[in-house]
């Protein structure tokens, strides 16, 4: 059975209400599978039952791809996704409020920590399933497209560059008519993982511009501040004069950025965010299930765009409930196969992970049980 889906999506709560009818109608059960019928790429829990996640608004597109095929081939299962943002989404997770959850960064020392008893004393793994460039984006009439590099980025965000003919902007776009409109810089109010890749990379990249811890909390006192991804496009196409950073799947029409690399400048692309994540390193200290990335900020290769956003799927290696582990190792081979990771790419515009990557998530995934 292929598995199909369709264009657009909209929503907080993305459930199998808005799965989509597979195409095909045989579903063989294969008893020798643990219970679970073959669809697609994926496995379908036989019976189905209801998943629940919650987490990264920078997900929310490609969830919900994921959510409408998945649903669709497998009858009677339902999926649920609050996009709630990361760190609610990691917080919820941890609670055991959810079975998985979407981050755009990865669980840290403390929270692997707190995770150990949600995860039924088993280890708690990080997915790079989910690859898209953070677009820096524009609301400024007339203008398209601008070049800058990482330190006037961090110098508008920084709240030191404060009005679009400022001449470090005007300096790399010499055919650009720039206003003197004052910058209104828009950040993430609730804590966000696109804030801490975005924070992340203006540390390495930008250097003493940016001298501000990484966190996925805005620093500073904004200027302007909204919920989630669709938030701050909806705050950036509101006013004139506005930039903020989101998830490029969110862009539209608004204006973008190409980056500094290397004495170039490189706009956003999923196959220039995927250069820069097959050229970084795993995070140290990772188990043989945790695929945690150290993305290379540094980067001078002008094929690579360096602000980009992993995004993971969170997941426990031992549940207490079986069927909710069944569910989980189902729905995530899914969103790790090629058709889920294509069916990202159509809808949210992502980079499809490598296939050396998806050998290694689904070795993961594999080893998902529950307890005795």
Known sequence: ???????????????????????????????????????????????????????????????????????????????????????????????????????????????????????????VVNLPAYISPIAVTFNLEGVDSLNLTPEVIAGIFNQEITTWNDEAIAADNPDVELPDTDIIPVNRSDESG????????????AGDAWPHEVSGDWPIEPVEAAQGSSGVVSAIEGGEGTIGYVDASHVGELGTVAVGVGGEFVEYSPEAASAIVDASPEREGNTENDHAVELDYLTEDADAYPIVLIS????????????EADLVKSFLSYVASEEGQQAAADEAGSAPISDATREKIQSTIDGITAGA
């Open 312 to 323: 993971y799927e969170i997941a426990c290696m031992e549940y207490a409930d079986q069927a």
């Open 194 to 205: 696109t804030t801490e890749n975005f924070a992340a990379y203006l540390s390495e990249a």
């Open 1 to 123: 059975m292929k598995l199909s889906r369709y264009g657009q999506f909209a929503g907080v709560a993305l459930a199998g209400a808005l799965a989509l009818t597979a195409c095909g109608s045989d579903q063989a059960v294969n008893p020798g599978d643990g219970g679970t019928a073959a669809a697609g790429s994926a496995e379908c829990v036989d019976g189905g039952g209801t998943l629940a996640g919650a987490g990264s608004s920078a997900q929310e597109n490609a969830v919900a791809a994921w959510i409408a095929a998945y649903t669709g081939a497998c009858e009677g299962t339902t999926v649920n996704y609050d996009a709630v943002g990361s760190g609610a989404g990691r917080s919820q997770f941890i609670e055991g409020a959810v079975a998985w959850a979407g981050s755009d960064a990865a669980l840290d020392e403390t929270e692997t920590e707190q995770a150990t008893e949600r995860c039924n004393g088993s280890e």
